[in-house]
């Protein structure tokens, strides 16, 4: 099970964090990782943390977010910066075996991803 917390509502510039806490899976197995998505696109990955422990962006938030998982890699977190409107989604933490080997290939694709689990999701508004 994954569950989120945080996101909220901020104005353009501004910052969030969001972070998600998994329980009843195996964190040698599983790697995890950020997506979000909007009534306009599929769900995309944005921040995925492989098996080394080192993270893979989206082009579209390098720079601005950064992931990073506690030493349990049972929470993982996403501190978000210079927030613009287009980052408005609701954002989802999942975890897979498969994002620890395909961490690039999740953040690049525009294809849906089929993974283990999935948090409820947790929405993130900015406004301009």
């Known amino acids: 099970q994954l569950m989120e917390s945080g996101g909220g509502s901020v104005q353009a510039g501004g910052s969030l964090n969001v972070s998600c806490v998994a329980s009843?899976?195996?964190?040698?197995?599983?790697?995890m990782g950020w997506f979000r998505q909007t009534p306009e696109k599929k769900r995309e990955g944005i921040a995925i943390?492989?098996?080394?422990?080192?993270?893979a962006y989206r082009d579209s938030v390098k720079g601005r977010f950064r992931a990073a998982q506690d030493n349990t890699k049972t929470t993982l977190f996403l501190q978000m910066d210079s927030l613009k409107p287009e980052d408005t989604a609701m954002y989802y933490c999942a975890a897979d075996p498969g994002l620890c080997r395909f961490a690039r290939d999740y953040v690049s694709t525009s294809e849906d991803a089929y993974l283990d689990e999935w948090g409820q999701g947790i929405g993130v508004t900015v406004s301009s």
């Open positions: 943390v492989d098996d080394k422990g080192i993270a």
């Open positions: 009843g899976i195996a964190p040698r197995k599983y790697c």
